[in-house]
T-cell receptor, first 115, second 118 residues
Framework: AQSVAQPEDQVNVAEGNPLTVKCTYS??????LFWYVQYPNRGLQFLLK??????LVKGSYGFEAEFNKSQTSFHLKKPSALVSDSALYFC?????????????FGSGTRLSIRP | NAGVTQTPKFRVLKTGQSMTLLCAQD?????MYWYRQDPGMGLRLIHY???????AKGEVPDGYNVSRLKKQNFLLGLESAAPSQTSVYFC?????????????????FGPGTRLTVL
């Protein structure tokens, strides 16, 4: 069965510093991986996805993610954090056993950017 | 386009009461989903639908029913609410992966319904 793990419940970063939110995956076959962000009292918003091709995927709001097959990781990164990046971030993987485009979400990481 | 909308935004129920949550999308998406979000557990799939008139169970379907009578609407029902169903409920939709992009799977989410069962 497919799964993703987000080992950190919370990540704290100072504004202007680089940030990394970690995600590891477990899939049989080629993974389709996603990052979503949830701002307070809002629904989830799509940030970026990896399907195939370049290991560095660029997404919305200056975020990028690096796919690493040998480490089975898909970490979310941003070179310079903003206070407005504070939110809940979810890593997700497509359920390849499903024909219904189902996505399996990680437990989420709360990112807090201090001024 | 409004995207994905959900009604109501908030609701408080007493144990044993029933209610229906409505999800509507105006993107002509074939696939629709209902999730619940609980602290520390991410999103868990309750039910989903791959087209008008079809529904299927997800990871945590017990205590819920759904209907997809129209393509744009996906209803989630609680027949007899329990405190364990206190949660935030999200609806999402996506296109059929064989239409448009070869692989899409990007799900578009509604703003959520916060439900409290006393």
């Amino acid at each position: 069965a497919q799964s993703v793990a987000q080992p950190e419940d919370q990540v704290n970063v100072a504004e202007g510093n680089p940030l990394t939110v970690k995600c590891t995956y477990s899939v049989s076959g080629n993974p389709y991986l996603f990052w979503y962000v949830q701002y307070p009292n809002r629904g989830l918003q799509f940030l970026l996805k990896y399907i195939t091709g370049d290991n560095l995927v660029k997404g919305s709001y200056g975020f990028e993610a690096e796919f690493n097959k040998s480490q089975t990781s898909f970490h979310l990164k941003k070179p310079s954090a903003l206070v407005s990046d504070s939110a809940l971030y979810f890593c997700a993987v497509r359920d390849i056993d499903s024909s219904a485009s189902k996505i399996i979400f990680g437990s989420g990481t709360r990112l807090s950017i201090r001024p | 386009n409004a995207g994905v909308t959900q009604t109501p935004k908030f609701r408080v129920l007493k144990t044993g009461q029933s209610m229906t949550l409505l999800c509507a999308q105006d993107m002509n998406h074939e696939y629709m989903y209902w999730y619940r979000q609980d602290p520390g557990m991410g999103l868990r799939l309750i039910h989903y639908s791959v087209g008008e008139g079809t529904t299927a169970k997800g990871e945590v379907p017990d205590g819920y029913n759904v209907s997809r009578l129209k393509k744009q609407n996906f209803l989630l029902g609680l027949e007899s609410a329990a405190p364990s169903q206190t949660s935030v409920y999200f609806c999402a939709s996506t296109r059929h992966p064989l239409r448009g992009n070869k692989v899409t799977d990007t799900q578009y989410f509604g703003p959520g319904t916060r439900l409290t069962v006393l």
